[in-house]
């Protein structure tokens, strides 16, 4: 498959790249293959922080998952990337507020029992539509 989880002594996790992460079909394959954090990269400039911050805790709502949100710092040419890394636990909370626009190194305890205990009240991947899913095997959609 062509969105990979890896098997750590610590975690099952995920990678998404940057753009990845405006398809939450995306992380919901990732989140079904067993996924428990998923690390999403990115090099994002502007303003866009406000975008990024709802998009990727969202994901982590919809799948009842943590997503650590990686985002480059610093100017180049003409894009100045802010930065604002975090981590969204399975209820789309940070777990700690958006880091500064400088490098750094950002540490969160990860509690991996949260996700069953959420799954337990809002189980979002079990009650999904199944018969919906056949648009996604269908004919592209412009």
């Known amino acids: 498959m062509g969105s990979p989880v890896f098997k750590t002594r610590y975690a ?14 995306l992380t919901r394959v990732l989140a079904l293959q067993g996924a428990q954090i998923i690390f999403a990269p990115t090099a994002c400039a ?3 922080h406000n975008r990024w911050e709802r998009l990727i805790c969202g994901n982590a709502i919809a799948n009842n998952l943590f997503i650590f949100r990686v ?16 981590c969204a636990d399975p209820e789309g909370e940070f777990l700690f507020a958006p880091s500064g626009m400088n490098d750094g190194v950002v540490l969160a305890d990860v509690q991996l029992p949260l996700i069953d205990a ?13 018969d919906e899913y056949r648009v996604f095997v269908g004919p592209a959609n412009p």
């Not at 985002?71 to 975090?86: A, I, P, Q, W």
Request: proline letters at 2%; glycine letters at 6%; charged letters at 30%.
């Open 46 to 48: 502007f303003a866009t």
């Open 12 to 25: 099952v996790v995920g990678v998404q790249i940057c753009w990845d992460n405006f398809h939450p079909e």
């Open 71 to 86: 985002n480059r710092v610093g100017r180049d040419d003409h894009l100045d990337f802010y930065g604002r890394s975090f």
């Open 118 to 130: 959420v799954r337990k009240q809002w189980d979002y991947l079990r009650a999904r539509s199944l």
